[in-house]
Structures are given as C-alpha cells and as structure tokens.
C-alpha cells in the first residue's frame, strides 16, 4: 500500500472540487485496512468512498483512506430468494447490474446511483419509492478506534429517509466493510408505482415489465434530468426533501395552490425541495462555475472550476430564501466537510 502526500482529490469527488489530502492511501483489501488501522498514524483518519455524496470545502490535514475493497459473493440461495453481498469498493451502479443480469430482483429501482456500495447504508440510498433498507439484511463495519469487526442488522442501522446510525450515534466510529442483502430469484415484487416509471414503460408499451425493464426505465428517467457528474460536476440531491406540519402546508397552499406534497402521516407532508427551489427563481442559474441545474433545482452544479465554497455560499442563499418565503428550514443531504 502506497501513501501518497499533497495528493489531490479531484477525481475522487463527484463535484470535481479540487482540494488536497495531506495523506492519501488507496485501500484494497481487510488486511491492509487492519494494518493502517493499527498503526499509529500521525494525521486524523478520513473515510473517502465513491465521494458522491460530499462537498469539499477545504484541503484536508487528514490520511484520506479510499476504499476500494472489491468482490461479490452469493452466500445462500433457496428456490426463491439469494441472499448477495459485496464490499465496500464495488462501484453500486456495477453491482445492481450484476444482480440484474442473475435476474436477482429488488435493487433496480436503485439504477444509476453514483457511489460505492459501502457508502449506500450511511444514508440509506432511495430513488423511485424504493430504498436500501428494504433489502439490506445486514452490513459489516470494523470499528476506527479498536479495529475489531462488527456486523450491523438492519435493524442495528436504525434507518430513516436519506438517515442512518452511521450519521448520528456512531457518525465517523466505523468503516463499512461488506453489506449484504437478501434478493428475489422469481415472483419479484415490482415497484413501478413512482408516476414517471409507470409512463416511461407505457411509452415503450411494455405492460409486463422484467426487473431489466423497470432498471432501463429508471436510468432513462434519471439521465433525463440528472447531470452525470463524469460530464458536470454535482452530488445529486443537495439537500433533503423537508418533512412539514399539515397545518403549515394547508398554509402554504392557500398561497401558492400548486404546491406538490407527498402525505407522511397523519399530521405531516414532505415537499419537494426542488419546487420550492425552483419557485425562488434559482432552477438554472448560474454564479461563477457555481450553479443549480436546468432540469433539476434539487441539484447544484460544478461547471468546472468552482471552490466548494462557492458552492456552499449559494447553497447558503438558496436556504435563506426558502426560509423567508417558505418559512421552510432546509437540511442539506449531502455531508459537507
Ligand atoms: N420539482 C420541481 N422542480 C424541480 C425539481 C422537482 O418542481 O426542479 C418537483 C416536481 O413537482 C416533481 C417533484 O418535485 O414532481 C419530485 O421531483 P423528482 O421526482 O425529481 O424527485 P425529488 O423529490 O426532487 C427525490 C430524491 C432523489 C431521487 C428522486 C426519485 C431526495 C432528496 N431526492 O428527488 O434522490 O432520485 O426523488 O425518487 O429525496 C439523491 O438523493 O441524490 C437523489 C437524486
């Protein structure tokens, strides 16, 4: 294992921000983490995954460790089920494929998410109604601090929307290792409920759709509005679709009668940001090489060079007109560092 210093971090971040690592070390396998692990490293110890899911605003005095520890490996089968698991460094879009190809059914509604596998449970990926922990069965992570191993049920993971133990009790005290899930081999139960699925494979006239389908559907869905960040730098979802009061939305609604909502519960909706966003006017602009994207006012942009201050100064402005018109506090779903 190689330690690289001043080494920049570019290319291992999809915002493409370029800041430095004073210590960079590329991980491939359990023993070479265990044995960095063990040593008594002069610098703080940072965690870099497939790095889609962060925005980097500063050069880090940190040992990067990359993790980039590959494999995929059938555990168990019955007639009807598979239970599959990769490691952290399998890329995740490779990995739904995979299990596509075997016709292995549950993960397609999750095509195209950028990022590694061990990245997925901290934040509990989702995309078109369906989400990581309806499949996850368990995960494996070694602990920072002792460098022992421990296995996470799905339960253990405490999931929530975009939200996991990993981000709260325990944020920053482990590395995921290997996530594991139990898959459908026949009879899969589709979820082609989200509205742009259902009317992507009707314009295809596909009426009994394969898991290969309901996959092609999504990529063709997301690459319609998503930047792909190998051609315009971005994380995806910037912030999280915020959770509101019934009585705050019915107020909102008498101003503005076209405001989407999805219902939570009883005395809750989630809104999505992105309408909000787009009613402040910011869908497509552009300060700098900062901005927010044409198609999707959830997502911001790097055009090419800018700092991940520039960055975060519009995604600052973004959360102070939402608040002074919406009265609505947005959190951002990515991890800002
Ligand atoms: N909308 C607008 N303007 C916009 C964007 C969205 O008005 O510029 C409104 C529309 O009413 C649209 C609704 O928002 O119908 C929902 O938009 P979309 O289907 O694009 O989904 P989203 O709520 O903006 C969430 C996830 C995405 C995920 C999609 C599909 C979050 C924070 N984001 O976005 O996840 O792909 O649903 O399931 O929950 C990610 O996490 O990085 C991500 C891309």
Redesign the pocket.
Known sequence: MKIEYNKSLKAYNTFGIDVTAAEFATITSESELNNILSKDNKNPLFILSGGSNMLLTRDLDSLVLHIAIKGIEVIDESDNHVLVSAKAGENWHNFVQYCIKNNYGGLENLSLIPGYVGSAPIQN?????VELKDTMVQCEAISISSGKKQVFTNKDCKFGY?NSIFKNEIKGEYIITKVTFRLTKKDHILNTS?G?IESALLDQEIHKPTIQDVSEAVIKI?KS??PDPLEIGN???F???PVITTSHFNTLRDQHPSI?SYTIDGEHLKV????L??QCNF?GKRWGDAGVHEK???VLVNYNNASGKEILDLSRRIQIEIKEKFHITLET?VNII
């Not at 999505?272 to 309408?275: E, K, S, V, Y």
């Open positions: 990926i989702g995309a078109y109604g975009r989200y742009a997301r509005k998503l994380s995806g979802s912030f999280k679709n989407p999505p940001a992105g309408w966003i787009e869908k999707q006012a959830l779903e």
